[in-house]
């Protein structure tokens, strides 16, 4: 079985003060190994699940739950692209396709060289301004295929 690092158990302990019922600190306990990893494996999460006191298959349910919990590798910068109806009706399909096209990778995949996965997700909360994607934690919104060529120049 994986070990947890200290800094992951120090943080995950930490959660766990913050609720009566330490269980409650599960989202919390996830998040912070994907922030240490990059991503949550199996055994990360049954490891994490030993520390909070609940079954991995608890912590699994609360991870598939929650579509920020990456299950599996991800590239150094994760590109999340709002497909909402409001960004679907302000040129959600052109910029998909050319991030798709200028990528050379699809949905749940991540280029070649580890820089960039790609991602959809239902609503960044930028409905007035879409398009809209998120890089990491930045947000970017009003996207056209020219201003995602200037995003994605900033991403090494």
């Not at 200290?6 to 919390?28: C, N, Q, R, V």
């Not at 949550?40 to 999460?45: F, G, H, N």
Request: proline residues 4%.
């Amino acid at each position: 079985m994986i070990e947890l690092s200290e800094a992951e158990i120090e943080g995950i302990k930490h959660e766990m003060s913050l609720y009566e019922d330490p269980g409650a600190a599960t989202i919390e306990a996830l998040k912070i190994v994907q922030e240490h990893r990059g991503w949550v494996s199996d055994e990360a999460m049954a490891a994490a699940a030993q520390v909070v006191g609940v079954t991995p298959t608890q912590m699994e349910a609360v991870a598939t739950f929650y579509n920020l919990i990456f299950r599996q590798p991800v590239g150094r910068h994760v590109i999340m692209l709002c497909d909402s109806i409001s960004c679907y009706l302000t040129g959600y399909e052109e910029v998909r396709d050319h991030l798709k096209s200028t990528l050379g990778i699809d949905f749940g995949q991540t280029t070649a060289d580890g820089r960039f996965t790609l991602l959809p997700i239902c609503c960044l909360g930028d409905c007035d301004m879409g398009p809209s994607m998120r890089v990491g934690e930045v947000y970017h919104n009003r996207l056209t295929p020219e201003r995602v060529d200037e995003i994605l120049a900033e991403y090494k």
